[in-house]
């Protein structure tokens, strides 16, 4: 399998373990020898530092204007998506950004992000179960799978609240590099959630 770019949108106000927690189970996929199956980065609409929730200060990788083209985007959700649904300019790059990637992945409120881009009509989803009613607002046509860790159609994959964002991208890994590969980085990461098969 060719290295896949994974790119995680950081924002002010984004919650640490969204996109931090995804970031260490795609770096810890790895061959026998050690060597990376994913490239992961954080992409912020510039490249200063931003503070997730509890004042974490995070420096992106990328900008948008300096990103390469990626395989997989993730917005993690966040107490900062209240005011992201409402930002033209970061929907928009969303929306254009679904049509260069394969896969497009949210956790938590990230989906919310996704519903404003017009992303998730009609889509079975998945957020903080706290947000389920803010999520309808956005697209009343989605269908929530309400208690899922992740909801899955395909190209774009949702998960719930926090640490469900590890768990939806061990399954990522699970679909594109089969069941053993995703134990073994769940069991890198001690991550006893997972189901240790393969």
């Known amino acids: 399998m060719a290295r896949k770019t994974v790119a995680i949108y950081i924002f002010e ?4 373990l969204d996109a931090v927690g995804p970031f260490e189970a795609f770096i810890s996929a790895e061959t026998a020898d050690g060597e990376a199956y994913f490239d992961v980065g954080m992409v912020g609409q510039t490249e ?4 997730g929730v509890g004042g974490l200060l995070v420096t992106s990788r990328w900008s948008f204007e300096t990103m390469p083209k990626v395989d997989i985007l993730l917005v993690p959700g966040g107490g900062g ?4 649904v409402d930002q033209p300019v970061i929907v928009e790059w969303v929306k254009q950004k ?4 394969e ?5 938590c409120t990230g989906a919310q992000v996704l519903a404003a881009a017009g992303l998730l009509a009609g889509k079975k989803a998945t957020t903080h179960w706290n947000t389920y009613d803010w999520l309808r607002r956005i697209e009343p046509t989605v269908e929530i ?3 899922a860790r992740w909801a899955d159609n395909g190209r774009i994959v949702c998960s719930s609240g926090v640490s469900a964002g590890i768990d939806m991208a061990l399954h990522i890994i699970e679909r594109e590099l ?8 769940a069991r890198s990461m001690e991550y006893e959630y997972w189901p240790v098969t393969g």
């Open 145 to 147: 799978q309400e208690g």
């Open 81 to 84: 998506t209240r005011a992201l």
């Open 103 to 107: 896969l497009m992945l949210s956790v």
């Open 13 to 16: 106000g984004f919650e640490p």
């Open 98 to 101: 679904n049509n260069e990637v």
């Open 48 to 51: 200063a530092p931003v503070a």
């Open 178 to 185: 089969g069941p053993g590969l995703a134990a073994h980085a």
